[in-house]
């Protein structure tokens, strides 16, 4: 009985030891769980440091965006949108006019401190994101770093 419970134990070990007791096997079986550790994917630091990423990857996730410098101002001069995010790479004429439009329509402008591709990573999309246009906003708190 005791030899059916060793062979039990290196079976789900996936190992072929030869062990002489039950208490060898089982740790056995737990020295080779301990090597099986799930590693968790650590945040960098600009995940931890800004909060503005987070949510807008909840935005994009949950609620209702646009993508684009066109359509974002096209959606400041109709006023669609509710918040406009620009990307901190843009180049100077077309930050100006977003600022423009914004004030004008009374829709905040939000400019997100990466690059256009780093904007791109976290909407989740394989292409640089100059301008984001926040329709809805879903469960995200994006609307707060627009009142700022």
């Known amino acids: 009985m005791e030899e059916e419970k060793v062979e039990k ?3 789900l070990a996936g190992e072929t030891t030869i062990a002489d007791t039950e208490e060898e096997a089982v740790e056995e079986k737990a020295r080779i ?3 099986n550790k799930v590693i968790r994917k650590r945040k960098s630091r600009k995940e931890k440091e800004n ?4 949510a807008i990857r909840l935005a994009v996730e949950s609620g209702k965006v646009g993508f684009g410098s066109r359509k ?3 959606d400041l001069l109709f006023g669609k949108a509710k918040l406009i995010v620009v990307a901190g790479n843009v180049p100077p004429q ?3 006019d977003v600022s423009r439009f914004g004030k004008i329509s009374g829709i905040p402008v939000v400019e997100f401190p990466g690059k256009s591709l780093e904007l ?3 909407c ?3 292409f640089p994101v100059s301008v984001l246009a926040v329709y809805e906003e879903g469960v995200s708190n994006i609307m707060e770093f627009g009142k700022k």
């Open 9 to 11: 134990a290196e079976k």
């Open 33 to 35: 769980k301990s090597k």
């Open 51 to 54: 909060p503005l990423s987070s």
């Open 72 to 74: 974002g101002i096209k």
């Open 94 to 96: 077309l930050a100006e």
């Open 120 to 122: 791109g990573s976290i």
């Open 124 to 126: 989740a999309k394989p």
